[in-house]
């Protein structure tokens, strides 16, 4: 049975991880601001079972304090999945100072904490994961979401930095998803939204939370051992061409300038 902390697992992605790493007899601690809706379970909870530590990941000594009581309690940290996370839709011309700083503060802030203070222990017992939640918005330029997109990107670097730092002792990677259909999508996006970001992605829907759940077992298990620093894209083909499921445009091929235009086309 191995111990794992993910932060945000009261509901969506990491929601799903913690319930996917419980039903393979680990015991999950959910690090997250908001109380889950199910009972939790005692810090010192046997295999398959999720506890509960109220914690808002953008208080530095908050998580450390967190961090600390987890070890304390199993006696080992096997298993950090970093996913709590805000997203602020806005324009750049409208954005406030508390939009950014919240956005960077839990984002990057709250990952860079999770990490950094289970890191030690981990190098002390000789082994660990440390995992975390990009996205594609990371490595795009998609509009009305500058602070995520940067954070995200960000937290992309600090895959790789730790990577470099750590090993050979300790993995890092980071999953990096595209369309979620989580709660957070959902307050953002009407249904017609959803159905046009649909239309934009290869796969034609959003993935589950679910499938996110998976990559994130894989890459924690004894199959993934010889990767770290990398990011693990899970988009749907969002990302495969040029047009990004934000951006207006056909998918279907379209004609060189030096080919004949279809009928009817100019």
């Known amino acids: 049975m191995r111990t794992v902390i993910v932060s945000g697992a009261s509901s969506g992605i990491g929601k799903a991880t913690a319930e996917r790493f419980a039903a393979s007899g680990d015991h999950v601690v959910n690090l997250d601001v908001s109380k889950p809706g199910a009972p939790a379970a005692d810090l010192d909870g046997g295999p398959g079972t999720v506890s509960f530590l109220q914690v808002d990941v953008a208080d530095w000594q908050a998580v450390k304090e967190a961090v600390d009581a987890v070890h304390a309690a199993r006696g080992g940290l096997d298993v950090v999945i970093a996913n709590a996370g805000i997203s602020i839709r806005s324009s750049v011309l409208e954005l406030t100072e508390a939009d950014v700083r919240r956005a960077v503060d839990v984002n990057l802030v709250g990952v860079l904490a999770l990490w950094r203070h289970s890191a030690p222990y981990m190098l002390a017992q000789g082994?660990?994961?440390?995992?975390?939640?990009?996205?594609?918005?990371?490595?795009?330029?998609?509009?009305?979401?500058?602070?995520?997109?940067?954070?995200?990107?960000?937290?992309?670097?600090?895959?790789?930095?730790?990577?470099?730092?750590?090993?050979?002792?300790?993995?890092?990677?980071?999953?990096?998803?595209?369309?979620?259909?989580?709660?957070?999508?959902?307050?953002?996006?009407?249904?017609?939204?959803?159905?046009?970001?649909?239309?934009?992605?290869?796969?034609?829907?959003?993935?589950?939370?679910?499938?996110?759940?998976?990559?994130?077992?894989?890459?924690?298990?004894?199959?993934?051992?010889?990767?770290?620093?990398?990011?693990?894209?899970?988009?749907?083909?969002?990302?495969?061409?040029?047009?990004?499921?934000?951006?207006?445009?056909?998918?279907?091929?379209?004609?060189?300038?030096?080919?004949?235009?279809?009928?009817?086309?100019?």
């Not at 979401?145 to 750590?166: D, H, I, R, W």
């Not at 589950?208 to 298990?221: K, Q, R």
């Open 127 to 266: 082994h660990g994961v440390l995992l975390a939640t990009a996205s594609v918005n990371g490595s795009r330029g998609y509009p009305l979401y500058a602070p995520y997109n940067a954070t995200k990107a960000g937290v992309a670097s600090l895959c790789q930095t730790f990577a470099m730092e750590l090993s050979p002792l300790v993995r890092t990677a980071c999953v990096t998803p595209g369309a979620v259909l989580t709660p957070m999508q959902r307050a953002e996006y009407t249904d017609a939204m959803l159905d046009e970001v649909n239309e934009r992605i290869p796969a034609r829907r959003h993935a589950s939370p679910e499938e996110i759940a998976g990559v994130f077992h894989f890459l924690a298990s004894d199959q993934a051992t010889f990767v770290t620093g990398q990011e693990f894209v899970v988009d749907g083909g969002e990302t495969a061409g040029a047009t990004t499921a934000f951006f207006p445009g056909p998918l279907a091929p379209q004609p060189r300038p030096d080919q004949d235009a279809p009928e009817g086309g100019k």
